[in-house]
């Protein structure tokens, strides 16, 4: 049982009220109540001094009503956390598997050219050969590789 936010404000708004009414209640002494109605005396906000007559019975049968809800509630709430909990704990044994996982990629055959005028040798690698090794070795780890250049073309 989900409460939606509305109906969770107002289970809230019904304990505090609830809250109230059995503290005013256990205010009294056992032998100015008699009978099932209790007259209750407070002040408004504004300052006014008005009251109201309840049911014990009633009130407590309210109480229990949003004990339970509020319970069933929190029920609720353990059950999605337990289940998110066993969430999180799979993405952590994912992430753990994948940070240890090693791709070995087999690259083309080197070219070797002389580069500017200090006839230095510079290593070159055919970008077409490169990018077909890597997504070989992807495929094969069951990885999906996408690879773009300056202007994005794959």
């Not at 059995?22 to 408004?44: C, H, K, M, Q, W």
């Amino acid at each position: 049982m989900t409460l939606t936010n509305e109906q969770i404000q107002a289970l809230q708004e019904q304990a505090e009220c609830i809250c109230g009414i059995l503290e005013n209640i256990a205010g009294y002494e056992p032998g100015d109540i008699d009978g099932d109605d209790v007259e209750l005396r407070f002040e408004t906000e504004d300052g006014f001094d008005t009251g109201c007559n309840v049911s014990i019975v009633e009130q407590c049968q309210k109480s229990a009503d949003v004990i339970r809800s509020l319970l069933a509630e929190r029920e609720a709430d353990k059950a999605l956390i337990a289940e998110q909990d066993a969430r999180l704990i799979e993405y952590a044994r994912i992430a753990t598997e994948n940070a240890v996982r090693t791709l070995t990629v087999k690259l083309p055959k080197t070219f070797w050219y002389e580069h500017d005028d200090l006839s230095r040798d510079v290593a070159v690698l055919e970008k077409r050969l490169v990018k077909k090794a890597l997504h070989e070795a992807c495929a094969a780890a069951g990885i999906t590789l996408k690879v773009g250049g300056e202007d994005g073309a794959n």
